[in-house]
């Protein structure tokens, strides 16, 4: 078995409003930044798991991501996976 480490970024759908987003970009405006044109707010986690290989790893993952960690219907999903040392 090997170690590895996944980081896993969960975001809302282009086509879902994002209100903590706006929220987000409306403070950067009050903040001075007027040039921020838009903010999407997501999740971002690390997993480290140990798995017979590579193939079994990113299924691993990807199907944690499917369970749980991200809801199919409104948010998307992408991960790096590299092994721990």
């Known amino acids: 078995m090997s170690a590895y480490v996944a980081r896993v970024y969960v975001t809302l759908k282009p086509t879902v409003n994002d209100p903590q987003g706006l929220t987000i970009k409306g403070g950067l405006h009050s903040l001075g930044f007027a040039e921020v044109e838009s903010v999407r707010a997501g999740k971002y986690m690390e997993i480290r ?37």
């Open 49 to 85: 798991f140990q798995a017979n290989d590579r193939a079994h790893a990113e299924k691993q993952v990807a199907e944690m991501c499917r369970l749980l960690l991200a809801n199919p219907v409104i948010e998307e999903f992408r991960f790096a996976l590299e092994e721990a040392s």
